[in-house]
């Protein structure tokens, strides 16, 4: 699956992180099962990634203020909304997981482990 970057960063002890941005038509159980699959490939190289996932480039730019709790209720639902993913790999860890929420953060979450 294509996906944009909307933001990336380094991880200090190794690794990336990132915001990116999918197809809204794309945020569904089926299609984000295999946008897992697509970032265990694309981040097999490093040694932690944390991925933020995006159904709409918006919600995506409003990512650091939504961490510091900046956002308007407005624009809290809004980004709610479009957050559909978190995909983690900790090499220090283990941890490994894939964490979907198709219907946005107000939804169910379906979570893979690898």
């Known amino acids: 699956m294509e996906y944009a970057v909307a933001e990336q960063w380094s991880i200090p002890n190794g690794g990336q992180g990132k ?3 999918i197809p809204s038509s794309a945020a569904n159980e089926q299609s984000l099962r ?3 699959e697509q970032l265990k490939f ?3 190289r490093d040694r932690n990634a944390f991925v933020f996932v995006y159904s709409d480039a918006r919600a995506a ?3 650091n203020n939504a961490l510091k709790d900046l956002l308007s209720k407005a624009d809290s ?3 709610d909304a ?3 993913a978190m995909y983690n790999h900790n090499g220090n860890t283990g941890f490994h997981r ?3 929420m198709p219907k946005g953060m107000d939804g169910p979450v ?3 482990n690898y």
């Open 77 to 79: 639902r809004f980004f």
């Open 19 to 21: 915001a990116i941005v």
């Open 82 to 84: 479009h957050f559909v």
């Open 42 to 44: 694309d981040t097999r």
């Open 61 to 63: 730019a409003m990512r």
């Open 110 to 112: 379906i979570e893979v």
């Open 98 to 100: 894939l964490s979907m």
């Open 34 to 36: 295999a946008l897992g």
